[in-house]
T-cell receptor
C-alpha cells in the first residue's frame, strides 16, 4: 500500500465548475501538506501549503486538512481552462520537511 | 529573480552509461532536494542536501549519488544506467533560514535511456 493515495482521474469539468481533488494518507507523522500544479513537461508549481490541520484559502483555491481522517482536499472555484493540469498532493513529517512524499497526481481538464 | 535552474533540459543515454545532472537553487536557498518522476507518477524523493551535507536519502540504489557545492548548486550522478531510469529528474530548493519549508521546483531534466 502506498503512503499517499490519489485518484489519478482523468477528471473533466466545464468552465466555471467547482473542482474537488483529494488525497488520503497512512503515515500519521505527516505534518506538512502541499498541493502542486504541474503542466505537461514542466516542473511542479507550489499552489498551497498548510501545516497540520485546518483550512487555507488563496483566491480561487482552498486547501483542507483533516488529520483525524488522514484526508486532504483542494477545492478550485470558478475553474478556468488555464487550470487544466495535473495536480499533485505532497506531504512530509516534522523534521523532514524537505523530503516530500507525493501522490500519483490527478489529471484535470477544464473545458471551455 | 531567477528560479531553480537545471541542465541539461533533455538527455539521451544508453544502458550502462553514466549521467550527471546539474541544479542551481534560488539565490539564498541552501537546501537542495532531488526527485525522480516516472511518466504518469508523482515525484519520488532521492536525496536532500543542506550545507553540502546529505540530510536524507530515499529508497534508491547506490548507483545514485549526489553532492552539493559551496555555492549550494548540486549534481546528481547515476551510474550503470538502466532502462527504468528513464524519467524526469527534478531539483527543488528551499530557504532553511525561516520556518517556512516551502520547496520550489525547477523545470527538470528529461532522461531517456535506450
Amino acid at each position: 500500500q502506498k503512503e499517499v493515495e490519489q485518484d489519478p482521474g482523468p477528471l473533466s469539468v466545464p468552465e466555471g465548475a467547482i473542482v474537488s481533488l483529494n488525497c488520503t494518507y497512512s503515515n500519521s507523522a505527516f505534518q506538512y501538506f502541499m498541493w502542486y500544479r504541474q503542466y505537461s513537461r514542466k516542473g511542479p508549481e507550489l499552489l498551497m501549503y498548510t501545516y497540520s490541520s485546518g483550512n487555507k484559502e488563496d483566491g480561487r483555491f482552498t486547501a483542507q486538512v483533516d488529520k483525524s481522517s488522514k484526508y486532504i482536499s483542494l477545492f478550485i472555484r470558478d475553474s478556468q481552462p488555464s487550470d487544466s493540469a495535473t495536480y499533485l498532493c505532497a506531504m512530509s513529517p516534522f523534521g523532514s520537511a524537505r523530503q516530500l512524499t507525493f501522490g500519483s497526481g490527478t489529471q484535470l481538464t477544464v473545458l471551455p | 529573480d531567477a528560479g531553480v535552474t537545471q541542465s541539461p533540459t533533455h538527455l539521451i543515454k544508453t544502458r550502462g552509461q553514466q549521467v550527471t545532472l546539474r541544479c542551481s537553487p534560488i539565490s539564498g536557498h541552501k537546501s537542495v532536494s532531488w526527485y525522480q518522476q516516472v511518466l504518469g507518477q508523482g515525484p519520488q524523493f532521492i536525496f536532500q542536501y543542506y550545507e553540502k551535507e546529505e540530510r536524507g536519502r530515499g529508497n534508491f540504489p547506490d548507483r545514485f549519488s549526489a553532492r552539493q557545492f559551496p555555492n549550494y548548486s548540486s549534481e546528481l550522478n547515476v551510474n550503470a544506467l538502466l532502462l527504468g531510469d528513464s524519467a524526469l529528474y527534478l531539483c527543488a530548493s528551499s530557504d532553511t533560514g525561516t520556518a517556512n519549508n516551502e520547496q520550489f521546483f525547477g523545470p527538470g531534466t528529461r532522461l531517456t535511456v535506450l
